[in-house]
């Protein structure tokens, strides 16, 4: 299994400015995801983020609002851009572990609120 | 594309009843399917698994079979206890080469004492 962890836990924020979230995971893997789990609601995929190449955005999503950063197997990023209520929600780092097929392990979110 | 329809909730049940969360999924390939649990305050857990057809994953006195007939994976559990009140997701990926998942709704399940 792998172990993540977020950085911040939670957050509240003023309406037009950014925040940057980290995930740290404790051992390298390949691939790395970012979801967004807004009130009430199921999870959505933002983007993969692979190390070494640009991370690939789902539909509805843009890298100008959500750029991630991959700097190495360990790590990345997640910046929430220009925020708006709407974005209030909880974002999720995942990553796959080796060694237990496709499953996927989960961060702790950071919980973010936009005023 | 791929998608996973799940029983809507919210779900109430009794200390030792029966509990079954239907999930049925449309996908292209032979896809991996998941039960995730995310417990009050919590983050989301992998409940359970399966990764080919027939295939029965089960965890904590929860069991979800792989039914490539009927499109299917029912999470169920036999006897609640007060501390499965959680949200439980259905979830698909498409493992070949592309491990992103695909969350069902949630259902929200409350068992009482």
């Known amino acids: 299994s792998a172990v993540i962890s977020q950085k911040p836990s939670r957050d509240i924020c003023q309406r037009g400015t950014s925040l940057t979230i980290q995930c740290q995971v404790d051992?390298?893997?390949?691939?790395m995801f970012w979801y967004r789990q807004q009130p009430g609601q199921s999870l959505t995929l933002i983007a993969t983020?692979?190390?070494?190449?640009?991370?690939?955005?789902e539909s509805g999503f843009v890298i100008d609002k959500f750029p991630i950063s991959r700097p190495n197997l360990t790590f990345s990023t997640l910046t929430v851009s220009n925020m708006s209520p709407e974005d209030s929600s909880i974002y999720l780092c995942t990553t796959l572990a080796g060694g237990a097929g496709d499953t996927q392990y989960f961060g702790p979110g950071t919980r973010l609120t936009v005023l | 594309g791929d998608s996973v329809t799940q029983m809507e909730g919210p779900v109430t049940l009794s200390e030792e009843a029966f509990l079954t969360i239907n999930c049925t999924y449309t996908?292209?390939?032979?896809?991996?399917l998941f039960w995730y649990v995310q417990y009050p305050g919590e983050g989301l857990q992998l409940l359970l698994k399966?990764?080919?057809?027939?295939d029965k994953g089960s965890n904590k006195g929860f069991e979800a079979t792989y039914r490539k007939e009927t499109t299917s994976f029912h999470l169920e559990k036999g006897s609640v206890q007060v501390s499965d009140s959680a949200v439980y997701f259905c979830a698909l990926s498409e493992g070949s080469n592309d491990y992103k998942l695909s969350f069902g709704a949630g259902t929200t399940v409350t068992v009482r004492a």
């Open positions: 996908a292209t390939g032979y896809p991996s």
């Open positions: 051992s390298q893997v390949t691939m």
């Open positions: 983020a692979n190390q070494g190449s640009e991370a690939t955005y």
């Open positions: 399966a990764t080919k057809a027939d």
